[in-house]
């Protein structure tokens, strides 16, 4: 095992859980999106999908990762791009990263990359969310797991995750 993945698991297991709460779609008031960002920044198939959820009413942020030395996406409050120069020699994100993440609470996170990424592993670890859906069952953080294929595309996955958040029913008390 790397010593990056030692790292992260050593902080993993000082992090703090809470209990899964899932919500039916309808009460489902935030999301937050994880993705790993094409070389170009431009991600329009993530945009897209976003739209969608905005345009049913729903306050969505949406953070990705690319592995190249100058993003050049400007950092807005519902949109970011990290890089390497946003992580320590560990990949662990920078204390102003975690920062603008602790200021943040979401309903649902939604971690789209089926490949490990340690810098938006430690983000899933560290969001604030009632409910955290990812499709690798290793990170051992998501409270709902829908396998995906390596190379499935990640609004593939955005749509599976909408779909079965659909299907939540929830008794109101």
């Not at 010593?3 to 698991?9: D, M, Q, R, S, V």
């Not at 345009?55 to 949109?79: R, T």
């Not at 979401?106 to 990812?134: C, E, K, N, W």
Request: one cysteine or more.
């Amino acid at each position: 095992m790397r010593i990056k993945h030692l790292i992260y698991n050593y902080y993993k297991k000082r992090c703090p859980r809470q209990a899964a709460e899932y919500k039916s779609y309808d009460a489902v008031r935030s999301f937050f999106i994880l993705y790993e960002s094409d070389w170009l920044e431009r991600n329009a198939e993530i945009k897209k999908m976003i739209r969608q959820m905005r345009d049913d009413g729903k306050s969505v942020v949406a953070w990705g990762y690319c592995d190249k030395k100058d993003i050049q996406a400007p950092n807005l409050p519902e949109s970011r791009i990290l890089g390497p120069k946003n992580t320590n020699l560990w990949d662990r994100p920078l204390p102003d990263v975690l920062q603008d993440l602790g200021r943040r609470q979401f309903d649902v996170l939604i971690d789209l990359t089926t490949q490990p990424l340690l810098p938006l592993q430690y983000i899933a670890m560290y969001a604030s969310a009632s409910l955290r859906v990812g499709s690798r069952t290793e990170d051992g953080v998501y409270d709902m797991v829908i396998p995906m294929p390596a190379d499935a595309a990640p609004e593939e996955l955005l749509r599976q995750v909408i779909h079965y958040i659909k299907l939540i029913k929830t008794a109101h008390v």
